[in-house]
């Protein structure tokens, strides 16, 4: 079993950033794409950033382009996401993800494994 386990977020003014982090521990599994969503209050879960483990490679969610940044620690088994600029609509629930397949998904389904979540509020 794999567990994934988050931390930072927090409350920030608008403006200000906040780094993400989640560690992929117990049977690790080879990993192949990492990956972050957010779920704001109602609504759906969406997809923010993945990256590829073996080659790097990256997708963002159009919106988030330029604030937004995923990089791994690969000797660490860990994923960050760091935000910048934060916005009040960025307000939501923060989630990483585990996909064992070497496609990038930007939909929740494809992802095996699951963080805990952890609030990130944005105020004005």
């Known amino acids: 079993q794999v567990q994934l386990v988050e931390s930072g977020g927090g409350l920030v003014q608008a403006g200000g950033a906040l780094r993400r982090s989640c560690a992929a521990s117990?049977?690790?599994?080879?990993?192949?794409?990492m990956g972050w969503f957010r779920q704001a209050p109602g609504k759906e879960r969406t997809f923010v950033a993945a990256?590829?483990?073996?080659?790097?490679?990256?997708a963002y969610a159009d919106s988030l382009q330029g604030r937004f940044t995923i990089s791994t620690d690969s000797a660490q088994n860990t994923v960050y996401l760091q935000m910048n600029s934060l916005k009040p609509e960025d307000t939501a629930v923060y989630y990483c993800?585990?996909?064992?397949?070497?496609?990038?998904?930007?939909?929740?389904?494809?992802?095996?494994?699951w963080g805990q979540g952890t609030q990130v509020t944005v105020s004005s």
């Open positions: 117990g049977r690790t599994v080879t990993i192949y794409t």
């Open positions: 990256i590829n483990w073996s080659n790097g490679r990256t």
């Open positions: 993800a585990l996909d064992r397949s070497t496609m990038i998904h930007t939909t929740t389904r494809p992802y095996d494994y």
